[in-house]
Nanobody, 123 residues
């Protein structure tokens, strides 16, 4: 499956953004989906995951502010980001996994990755 992330940009602290990740190539509903991010000089970290059945998981740093969702009819997963902070500045990546959901918070739990979209939050 091919993943194309979009929706990043520059936003002031306290603002909101919606990231989208469009999938193509195979049956989208067969995958669990995740979002990760990588800030300058840091390792890529887990942000959110969404199971086939719609169960969501979040990193503690974004819980209550970010929401992951999917629209299987549009082959798209979203990341609604509210109350953004400068610490949220990073390149955000979407990912799709097949059969290692127990590793959903780790990169090795995913088989396919999008190209990343930059999110910059100014103070």
């Amino acid at each position: 499956v091919q993943l194309q992330a979009s929706g990043g940009g520059l936003v002031q602290a306290g603002g909101s953004l919606i990231l989208s990740c469009a999938a193509s190539g195979r049956t989208f509903s067969n995958y669990y989906m995740g979002w990760f991010r990588q800030a300058p000089g840091k390792e890529r970290e887990f942000v959110a995951a969404l199971s086939w059945g719609g169960i969501t998981y979040y990193a503690d740093t974004v819980k209550g502010r970010f929401t992951i969702s999917r629209d299987n009819a549009k082959n798209t997963v979203y990341l609604q980001m509210n109350s953004l902070k400068p610490d949220d500045t990073a390149v955000y990546y979407c990912a799709a996994g097949v059969n290692r959901f127990w590793d959903r918070i780790r990169e090795k739990g995913y088989d396919y990755w999008g190209q990343g979209t930059q999110v910059t939050v100014s103070s």
